[in-house]
T-cell receptor, first 116, second 113 residues
Framework: GENVEQHPSTLSVQEGDSAVIKCTYSDSASNYFPWYKQELGKRPQLIIDIRSNVGEKKDQRIAVTLNKTAKHFSLHITETQPEDSAVYFCAASSNAGGTSYGKLTFGQGTILTVHP | GAGVSQSPSNKVTEKGKDVELRCDPISGHTALYWYRQRLGQGLEFLIYFQGNSAPDKSGLPSDRFSAERTGESVSTLTIQRTQQEDSAVYLC???????????FGQGTRLTVV
């Protein structure tokens, strides 16, 4: 089945700096890659996603890049702010057949801390 | 419209008792997922329902765990003979199709004492 590895597990930056979180996946049939932000005590919420037919997607200060050949994708946050501090999870959605079709597998999470 | 709803929000149970957790997905969402999140940890996959297909149960940690879903509506996760290591937040998520966002419920915080 799908395996998603996420790095780093913790990331500390100064306000205004950029933050990059990287994920690799194992199943070449995966075709949808969302990123979720989870604030303390809250539910995970989608911040950006990318499908396998594009290589990059941007939404204001957030961007995601996807390299299908290498099976990795990254989250980029520019001009970080203290309110960006949270746990970030990447995920991969399988397009393989059988019971795993559409299964969402998450990375282990990255604790991002933005210092004022 | 309403989001994904889970009940109860919190549950404290004695070791050895059975518990049942409920998830109401967003109407029309064919896919439903259960995850377990221990304190400070990631999202551990438990089980996945997709329409009328056989569920993917590959993440259930032991035969004490089971889940059901009636059609494309409510799902219940049952933990029998609870153990202290079952203490965690149990999150449910639902999705309209395989290329769209999954929405999470607020979770059920289970504490086994």
């Amino acid at each position: 089945g799908e395996n998603v590895e996420q790095h780093p597990s913790t990331l500390s930056v100064q306000e205004g700096d950029s933050a990059v979180i990287k994920c690799t996946y194992s199943d070449s049939a995966s075709n949808y890659f969302p990123w979720y932000k989870q604030e303390l005590g809250k539910r995970p919420q989608l911040i950006i996603d990318i499908r396998s037919n594009v290589g990059e997607k941007k939404d204001q200060r957030i961007a995601v890049t996807l390299n299908k050949t290498a099976k990795h994708f990254s989250l980029h946050i520019t001009e970080t702010q203290p309110e960006d501090s949270a746990v970030y999870f990447c995920a991969a959605s399988s397009n393989a057949g059988g019971t795993s079709y559409g299964k969402l597998t998450f990375g282990q999470g990255t604790i991002l801390t933005v210092h004022p | 419209g309403a989001g994904v709803s889970q009940s109860p929000s919190n549950k404290v149970t004695e070791k050895g008792k059975d518990v049942e957790l409920r998830c109401d997905p967003i109407s029309g969402h064919t896919a439903l997922y259960w995850y377990r999140q221990r304190l400070g940890q990631g999202l551990e996959f438990l089980i996945y329902f997709q329409g009328n297909s056989a569920p993917d149960k590959s993440g259930l940690p032991s035969d004490r765990f089971s889940a059901e879903r009636t059609g494309e509506s409510v799902s219940t996760l049952t933990i029998q003979r609870t153990q202290q290591e079952d203490s965690a937040v149990y999150l449910c998520a639902s999705r309209e199709d395989m290329n769209t966002e999954a929405f999470f419920g607020q979770g059920t915080r289970l504490t086994v004492v």
